[in-house]
């Protein structure tokens, strides 16, 4: 059939075995095309396919409420309900978005960019329809990975508790973003060699059924029997205390059994977990065969040999020279150790971790375990070292405020993806760290202005030993800038002066630096001197060098790629305004709204942080300079 065609999932009711599998192949050929275009995440949606085609038999959508958790996996989903003729756009500038988003369809009734939290959003849904006294359904759907996550294991003992109807998909493929870890993933593994689990539990009470009941001793010693039996089962164990009813493990790629098990919980009173057991990359031998999970989300590549299509990057990545950096100092220094929640693929610490398998920890999606974990660890006089995306640091925030800063241990925090990254949209722009971070107590921050100035910084976080220490850096590659082959100590809380000028200064840090230096080649054309300083440390604030341009009545300007509320801009207002500095300061960065997904280039345009846009900020500030001299 056409997938283009499609409005709502209805047609599927009438749909048989057959045709259900035919539309299934068809749609992994319509996602393997469509990705290798613009690319997407891959493999997590070609392992959903059935699942997603029986669901919407099952159930009925938007009446019937579904929970992707993590929303990666809700391509199929987004095809189902009518959407399948904006997949060129998908994940581009006002195109579809990669995750659910609320206001694209009635369908998609929760966005899930973050894991862990589909089960407390089910809970939420559960408890309105009684409330209300409706009929829907709510079922979430909830990787393997993501149900290690704190917040999820919250949700289902609370779940369990309650008995609210509420159906729990637990999506298990053994690998999220990375390989998961922890004793949860242990369970689920002896739960996969059990799949006749459940006959096997059927068939044992009814046999106790037919025990002739002489009394109460009997009976009670039929029940230990049972319960006996059914642990040494093991399978559903976990679940079944916990409150729920528990099916599976259930072939994600049988339609059949996944009609019928979905229809049984359907009618089930109380919480169900259906254990599915699905192959990421499913029909797609490139991805079906990964063992390094890098089909999990990809950019273009080529259909008929997987080969994927790589930009051409001139220098490093970020995250590889402060992985690099690492190993080279671990090398040194025993007392340092590295955790990741859940990223030791994406912040490119996988060499990090065959140097030193006993210095990587990665304590899976658990960010604020993480947090407080390294503080621990820096009571005892190690060099504890984060490494976490920004986005993902906003989960371990009371963490890093109760835990880390306020005991002011000596926590190294390396920050992935500061900054905007583009396609992943507004749950994994990394643009509000600065503004959580800056205001607490003990903490030291800043960004590199380019790759080797990166390194510097992680040798000079890691000799620093007066509190927690954070290093903003960008998703991406350098700019290629030659390397030093010493590390450099940069004296805590110091700016340098890139270009010189009169009559206005530049402050800016990171990946705006270059526009900056572009913007004053263009200004110094036109007669305008800016003055270029590299604001490396956002906390503290080089105090020494804005007295000094409060001293020459130098007009500011702030860039940062980040909220501007709370932000480094706001921190040089407060010094201006606590030295009652009469100085002209204008900020430039991110308004006050959630920035959706896109390339960065086109979002930059559309938030007006450009060169063009920087050029006529400063030429405006000049301007008002030169009027307030006229004035006075």
């Not at 909830?142 to 309650?162: F, P, Q, S, W, Y």
């Not at 912040?347 to 990665?362: E, N, Q, V």
């Not at 100035?453 to 954070?470: C, F, N, R, T, W």
């Amino acid at each position: 059939m056409n997938l283009e065609e499609i409005q709502d999932p209805q047609f599927l009711k009438t749909y048989e075995t057959e045709q259900l599998n035919k539309l299934a192949a068809e749609i992994r050929s319509f996602l393997i095309e469509k990705l290798s275009v613009r690319g997407g995440h891959l493999g997590p949606n070609l392992g959903v396919v059935e699942l997603t085609l029986a669901m919407h038999k099952v159930f009925d959508s938007p009446k019937d409420k579904f929970i992707w958790d993590v929303g990666h996996q809700a391509y199929v989903h987004k095809i189902l309900t009518g959407r399948a003729s904006q997949f060129d756009t998908l994940r581009q500038y006002k195109g579809l978005c990669g995750f659910p988003k609320r206001i694209e369809s009635e369908h998609d009734v929760w966005e899930t960019g973050h894991s862990s939290t589909s089960l407390s959003a089910a809970m939420g849904m559960a408890i309105a329809r009684d409330l209300k006294k409706t009929d829907d359904k709510v079922v979430a759907v909830i990787g393997d990975g993501a149900l290690t996550g704190g917040m999820a294991l919250e949700a289902l003992n609370h779940i369990g508790h309650e008995k609210k109807d509420l159906i729990v998909v637990l999506n298990d493929n053994e690998m999220s973003i990375a390989p998961n870890v922890g004793a949860l993933h242990n369970v689920l593994g002896r739960m996969r060699t059990a799949r006749k689990y459940n006959k096997a539990k059927d068939e044992l009470e009814s046999l106790i059924r037919k025990i002739p009941a002489f009394g109460g001793k009997l009976a009670a010693t039929a029940e230990r029997v049972k319960d006996s039996l059914k642990y040494l089962l093991v399978s559903g164990m976990f679940f079944e205390e916990l409150g729920y009813t528990y099916l599976g493990p259930v072939d994600g790629h049988d339609v059949d059994d996944l009609i019928e098990n979905l229809t049984y919980a359907k009618k089930t009173k109380g919480p169900v977990i259906i254990h599915v057991l699905t192959k990421k990359g499913k029909g797609y031998e490139p991805a079906e065969s990964d063992k390094k999970d890098s089909w999990h989300g990809v950019g273009p590549y080529k259909i008929e040999s997987g080969q994927q299509i790589k930009p051409q990057q001139i220098g490093p990545s970020y995250s590889g020279v402060v992985s690099k950096t690492l190993e080279t100092l671990s090398h040194k220094d025993d007392r340092i150790a590295v955790i990741t929640p859940a990223m030791t693929i994406g912040s490119k610490l996988t060499d990090y971790g065959k140097a030193f398998p006993d210095r990587l920890f990665d304590v899976g999606i658990a960010e604020q375990h993480a947090t407080t974990m390294a503080a621990g660890l820096a009571t005892q006089n190690m060099k504890p070292v984060l490494s976490i995306y920004s986005t993902f640091l906003q989960r371990g925030y009371d963490q890093v405020v109760h835990d880390v800063a306020r005991q002011n241990l000596n926590v190294v925090f390396t920050i992935d993806r500061s900054g905007l990254v583009g396609a992943d949209g507004e749950t994994h722009q990394g643009v509000f760290d600065i503004a959580f971070l800056r205001h607490i107590p003990n903490m030291v921050l800043m960004m590199g202005k380019d790759e080797n100035e990166l390194q510097h910084m992680v040798y000079s976080a890691l000799k620093y030993e007066d509190g927690p220490i954070a290093i903003r850096f960008p998703r991406g590659n350098g700019s290629g800038v030659p390397m030093d082959e010493e590390f450099e100590n940069i004296p805590i809380g110091t700016w340098e002066v890139l270009k010189d000028g009169d009559d206005v200064a530049i402050l800016t840090f990171g990946t705006t630096i270059p526009m900056a230096l572009e913007a004053w080649e263009i200004l110094a054309k036109s007669g305008v001197s800016a003055r270029v300083i590299n604001a490396r440390f956002i906390k503290p604030l080089d105090s020494k060098m804005l007295k000094e341009l409060y001293f020459e009545n130098m007009p500011i300007l702030t860039l940062e790629e980040a909220v501007l509320q709370g932000g480094f801009g706001s921190a040089v207002l407060e010094h201006a305004a606590d030295h009652q500095a009469n100085v002209i300061i204008d900020r430039m960065g991110i308004p006050d709204c959630f920035i959706e997904h896109g390339s960065v280039t086109k979002l930059l345009e559309e938030i007006g942080i450009t060169t063009p846009d920087l050029v006529e900020r400063v030429k405006a500030l000049v301007k008002r300079k030169a009027e307030k001299g006229l004035l006075t």
